[in-house]
């Protein structure tokens, strides 16, 4: 069995690969220069359909996210996914949202249907290919960004644009790698998954847990989504980071950001997200 994974090498797909790989599955790095990367890789462009399509085509499964990018090329490369789905036909897709909520109907943070992740949710899953959507929320890994993670170790302040007493449902990279590959073994059945921790953690909550993991005090501190676009910039690029702008305002003016319990891997995979202190030794922070 083979499985083709986008963003091998990037926060998203690394752990699916090593996941799948450490299971003993055939996985290939789906990249856009394969000879840069160490073991079974394919070169594909995202926005050209023949060239994922050769990709797809004999795979048991294809695990895919879309890069940050401006809404004109995220919807290009939505449909050319779609349509190499279509034309290639492997056996299983999962898509990962990438924070994105397309699983709450009516909530104001609700993704609007012309967004390039819900064009991608509708075209593959219109192919007929089984599919499988991960709706996380926010990862934690955001928070290890170093113009997030530098202030926590030098000044003992975690700062991010939301309010201190949001509940959110975080997950790890990790947590989304591990309900990924059940999904795209067979084994967790179609349709959407939410990922993240429920009840929710406030910014209190995380804060709390760098205190106690790094053994010094780390108190919360809201800053304004446009003060974090400004941090963000200089690595996105304004295009990209306008988009997060916009979804951190979003989530300011709601009383929470958690998922569903009827859909949650909690109650579909038996999937429960890595408590923070197992998360920060995981990662060695």
């Known amino acids: 069995m083979s499985y083709i994974v986008h963003g091998a090498t990037g926060a998203q797909g690394s752990p699916v690969l090593s996941a799948l790989r ?9 990249v856009r220069t394969a000879a840069n990367v160490p073991g079974d890789a394919v070169a594909v462009d995202l926005a050209d359909p023949d060239s994922l399509a050769a990709a797809y085509t004999g795979a048991d499964g294809v695990f895919v996210h879309l890069p940050m990018s401006t809404h004109d090329q995220g919807g290009a490369q939505a449909e050319a996914i779609a349509a190499a789905v279509g034309a290639a036909r492997p056996k ?21 249907e012309s967004a390039p992740v819900a064009v991608l949710i509708r075209g593959v899953t219109a192919t007929g290919v089984p599919t499988s959507v991960v709706a ?19 000044e003992g302040v975690l700062r991010y644009p939301l309010p201190a007493d949001l509940p959110v449902s975080w997950s790890s990279h990790l947590d989304v790698a591990e309900a990924a590959v059940r999904l795209l073994t ?28 790094l053994g010094r005090e780390v108190r919360y501190e809201a800053i304004t989504p446009e003060a974090f676009g400004e941090l963000i910039t200089p690595l996105f690029g304004p295009g990209a980071a ?44």
């Not at 450490?22 to 789906?30: D, L, N, T």
């Not at 897709?93 to 943070?109: I, Q």
């Not at 926010?138 to 926590?152: G, M, W």
């Open 22 to 30: 450490a299971a003993g599955e055939h996985a290939v790095a789906a």
């Open 92 to 112: 299983r897709v999962v898509v990962s949202t990438s924070g994105a909520v397309v699983d709450r109907p009516g909530s104001p943070l609700q993704l609007p």
């Open 136 to 154: 996380p929320r926010l990862y934690l890994e955001n928070l290890l960004v170093p113009v997030i993670a530098d202030s926590v170790r030098k």
């Open 186 to 213: 067979g084994t967790g059945g179609t349709g959407t998954v939410a990922i993240g921790h429920l009840p929710g953690l406030t910014g209190t909550d995380l804060a709390a847990a760098f205190a106690e993991h």
């Open 242 to 285: 306008a988009p997060v702008v916009g979804a951190y305002r979003a989530m300011n003016a709601r009383s929470a950001n958690t998922i569903g319990e009827e859909n949650s891997a909690q109650k579909l995979l038996g999937l429960v997200p890595r408590p923070l202190a197992r998360w920060l030794g995981d990662l060695g922070v």
